[in-house]
């Protein structure tokens, strides 16, 4: 009895889990199609501007003044 009692304790956090998972993808997936207003030119520019900041090439820009 107390095998089934802890097998359906595992089965229900590991459908917990999946759930979780699955909702946080699915949001993300979401906010990824609202915000992403961007054309395919200037992906590849934000693309490279990332790189470059990456390889230590560029700051990113903090929010600071720009003088």
């Known amino acids: 009895m107390e095998q089934a009692s802890n097998t359906v304790t595992l089965i229900l956090g590991l459908a917990l889990i999946a759930a979780v998972g ?36 560029l700051k990113p820009w903090t929010g600071g003044s720009l003088a």
């Not at 909702?23 to 470059?52: S, T």
Request: aromatic content about 6%; glycine content about 2%.
């Open 22 to 57: 699955f909702e946080i993808h699915r949001k993300r997936e979401k906010l990824r199609e609202l915000y992403n207003v961007l054309e395919a030119d200037d992906a590849k520019v934000v693309a490279e501007l990332d790189r470059l900041v990456d390889m230590g090439q």
